[in-house]
């Protein structure tokens, strides 16, 4: 195993508590080929994140939710927007969507309720997963800025839980420009590869 490796954002370090293991990656599950959709879809399984964690992507301004080792479930992503929002909190849910598909993403946890809207996005021709973005200063976000459990849910896609963990909300502050909490402990894990590119092909 190589030595640890803390993982690191453009906007500022990010350190999280969890166990020395990796953190989700962005990889394809499977080598197969992308579901061309034609009816609705049979409604997803709500997964079991009990051991999931929050940890940095090598990607830049990016936020991975996920279990040890295996494909992310949600992001957070802080990009750039107009002259007149500023930057904005990019928010995804990394599973297979309805082509052109609309729906609301219901956020409940640290005494807040928020839905917002999260469309199906087209990341590769055939593949489309759930993403919505707010400016980063929208109240809309606060769900996620507390240090308690935060349930999301897109009708269809399931229920994630998000366990207990401040590193949203520093990941939050920091795409405001804002200083972020100090965070207990840290995360030390190999770096995987975030991206199909980088992937070893699947056996045949």
């Known amino acids: 195993m190589r030595g640890p490796l803390v993982l690191a954002t453009s906007l500022a370090p990010l350190v999280l508590t969890t166990a020395c293991k990796p953190p989700a990656t962005e990889e394809m599950a499977t080598g197969e080929e992308p579901r061309q959709i034609t009816m609705p879809s049979t409604p ?12 940095q992507s090598p990607q830049q301004d990016r936020l991975m939710y996920g279990m040890p080792g295996e494909r992310a479930l949600f992001a957070l992503t802080c990009v750039e927007g107009t002259e007149e929002d500023g930057k904005r909190i990019e928010y995804e849910r990394l599973a297979t969507a309805d ?14 309720v928020t839905r917002i809207h999260i469309d ?23 769900v996620l800025t507390g240090a308690r459990e935060v349930e999301a849910t897109i009708p269809g896609a399931g229920t994630i839980v998000f366990n207990p963990s401040t590193a949203p909300g520093a990941f939050i502050a920091q795409c405001r420009g804002l200083a972020a909490p100090v965070l207990e402990g840290a995360i030390e894990a190999e770096l995987l590869p975030t991206s199909v590119e980088d992937q070893p092909e699947a056996p045949e």
Not at 44 to 55: H, M, R, Y
């Open 120 to 142: 199906a996005a087209e990341r590769r021709e055939g593949d489309w997963i759930w993403r919505g973005s707010v400016p980063a200063d929208s109240p809309d976000l606060e």
């Open 44 to 55: 997803l399984d709500s997964p079991d994140t009990t051991g999931a964690f929050w940890a």
């Open 99 to 112: 082509a052109e598909a609309k729906a609301v993403l219901s956020l409940i946890g640290n005494s807040h």
